[in-house]
């Protein structure tokens, strides 16, 4: 098992909040807009830079969606911020119709996803964008792994022409991905290559299939473990490769089981190579108030169960 | 002026004789928005907006305009043919499998002189706010113009746009309600009342101005005027009355043909009462 350490941690939406900073210097056709969560999405800095290229538009997000398409008509680069709920099922049909099916080159930029949002409870804690956004045709759908991923993810989009969500999150989390990556839409990340069995990992469960690998590794298990930051493309040729190779797979993420990274993987596997499959995922459920390590005990989003689920479809592999 | 009121308003019928044709041909499709807004578009696209049929998305230093109803399509595709974004011939597709010119107005199949998808209603201010920022980013003086619907009113996004523009001092944007107190289920009085939009808007800061939709002569001055509001500040509402059907009779002020096609004698009827300036398509 390939060693992965960090000295740091921290969390993925100040990656965000560099990633703009740094975008807004690149390119003077980035504008940010935000729906009255400046601070929560770390976009201090673009607004203080460029304060005539942030546009506050209040707690108002089909308006700020709205306004984003309309800023690319004139050829400007916006990057909306909000939480992942109020950036994807409060404003599905703006994003359908004025982003998405007009294929505007909106950046839906989505903080505080999944249950690690913590203490706020299940009305903040979306558990379903991913599915949400992964339906919408020309969609790309990035989740990131740790805050240099998420910077690097955030200058990438900048690159990229065409409707993006990026989600990130709350909590404090490892660094293990170098601060110069090249990060490429829709290539897979190979974390560790192993014979045994495949673990595909999305946004904060990415550190936790590592842990899970080393675990295995005790129990003499080689686990291959791949990073999908990208979950629209998805990259189905790394995915093949390796499950080829590892006859099943793991797949694990911070968001319902229905209509996430798992179903993506399924939906592959069962046309290509059909393979046992472990679904480490939320079962159908909303969240809850707690802390972000409790949340993701009590939801079965641990490194246990990213242990628990390589080794029961072990047991199904042929 | 670029065209004397008469020429505008033979336009303007041969827009209304398009548009009946067009739902006709199909069978289905919004007559009666689209013939109630057939004078104001025109007024737009052939007199008051500075606009390049050459079409470019991000229209750069030409004035945009926006229909947030995207329902009243047939208006929209036969103005955009009239004024030479697509061949006329091309309003026969209306509707149909594989067209350009699909039920409501989308940049998906790549139409000249569509700038974002609209249907779903109450999307539109957004939109114009938001180019009409880019706009501004861009040191670009020119225009953005918007239409609504007065139904579409009842969707909430529009007032979250309406009361951002004003405090914005979003001034280069001119939109027009459509204001024909029909929506689909019935009079909006009745459905849902809009009461008084002229002190909704003033309330929310916009300058306000009212006018004859089915005017030709006062819609050009009220555009123009509108136009000589821009720049102080704040954005302008013109609340334009109209009726919906207008220019057949048996449609007129009824919202029973918001949303349905006249049949073979109906269309006979229908054309019968509207004079071809140019020629059919």
């Known amino acids: 098992m390939k060693k992965y350490t960090y000295t740091e941690k921290k969390d993925t939406r100040s990656g965000f909040g560099a990633g703009l900073h740094e975008a807004g210097k690149r390119n003077e056709n980035v504008v940010a807009l935000c729906a009255d969560l400046k601070g929560s999405l770390k976009m201090d800095d673009f607004a203080n830079e460029f304060p005539d290229r942030y546009i506050q538009v209040g707690i108002a997000e089909a308006n700020m969606i709205g306004m984003a398409a309309g800023l690319t008509i004139g050829g400007k680069i916006p990057f909306t911020g909000t939480f992942a709920n109020f950036s994807t099922g409060r404003v599905y049909d703006q994003i359908r119709q004025s982003v998405a099916y007009s294929n505007k080159n909106v950046k839906i930029c989505a903080s505080h996803a999944g249950l690690t949002l913590g203490e706020d409870g299940a009305t903040h804690q979306i558990l379903e964008d991913i599915g949400l956004m992964k339906m919408l045709p020309g969609m790309t759908v990035i989740n990131p792994c740790d805050y240099n991923q998420t910077k690097a993810a955030t200058l990438a989009i900048l690159d990229y022409e065409g409707p993006v969500y990026l989600r990130f999150g709350r909590p404090s989390v490892p660094i293990f991905t170098p601060a110069d990556q090249d990060f490429q839409i829709g290539k897979a990340w190979m974390v560790n290559e192993g014979k045994d069995v495949t673990i595909i990992a999305t946004g904060h469960m990415v550190w936790k299939a590592i842990e899970a690998g080393e675990e295995l590794e005790k129990l003499g298990i080689d686990a291959e473990i791949i990073n999908i930051h990208t979950i629209k493309p998805l990259d189905e040729e790394a995915i093949l490769k390796s499950v080829q190779k590892t006859g099943c797979v793991v797949t694990a993420e911070e968001h319902n089981k229905f209509g996430g990274l798992g179903e993506s993987v399924a939906r592959l596997l069962s046309t290509q190579f059909p393979a046992p499959q472990e679904f480490v995922a939320v079962n159908d459920s909303f969240g809850e108030s707690g802390t972000p390590d409790e949340l993701m005990t009590k939801y079965g989003l641990d490194t246990v169960n990213i242990v628990e689920a390589a080794q029961a479809v072990l047991k199904r592999k042929k | ?281």
């Not at chain 2, 009212?210 to 005027?225: C, E, P, Q, R």
């Open chain 2, 1 to 281: 002026m670029k065209h004397t009121i008469k020429e505008l308003e033979d336009i303007a019928s041969q827009v209304r004789r398009d548009i009946v044709r067009m739902v006709h041909g199909c069978q289905s499709g919004h007559p009666g928005g689209s013939l109630g807004c057939a004078d104001f578009m025109t007024a737009l696209y052939f007199e008051v907006m500075n606009h390049n049929t050459d079409f470019n998305m991000d229209g750069k230093g030409e004035d945009l305009f926006f229909l947030s109803n995207g329902h009243i399509s047939p208006v929209f595709y036969s103005v955009l043919a009239r004024s030479g974004y697509f061949d006329v011939a091309e309003l026969a597709t209306f509707r149909k499998l594989n067209s350009r010119l699909q039920g409501h107005p989308t940049t998906h199949e790549h139409l000249p002189g569509i700038r974002i998808a609209s249907g779903s209603l109450g999307q539109g201010f957004s939109v114009a706010i938001g180019a009409a920022l880019a706009k501004k980013l861009n040191k670009d003086s020119s225009l953005v113009y918007t239409l609504h619907g007065d139904g579409e009113l009842q969707e909430g996004q529009n007032w979250e746009a309406i009361m951002f523009a004003p405090f914005n001092k979003v001034d280069n944007l001119i939109s027009t309600i459509d204001y024909n107190g029909q929506q689909i289920d019935g009079p909006t009085e009745k459905v849902l009342s809009l009461d008084n939009l002229q002190a909704k808007f003033e309330a929310f800061g916009w300058h306000v101005i009212t006018s004859d939709g089915n005017d030709m002569d006062n819609i050009v001055k009220a555009l123009h005027y509108a136009k000589s509001l821009t720049g102080k500040g704040r954005p302008i509402l013109n609340l334009m009355s109209t009726q919906m059907g207008y220019g057949v009779d048996y449609m007129v002020g009824s919202h029973k043909w918001h949303g349905t096609a006249p049949n073979d004698a109906q269309l006979e009827s229908a054309l019968g009462q509207i004079s071809s300036s140019l020629s059919d398509y």
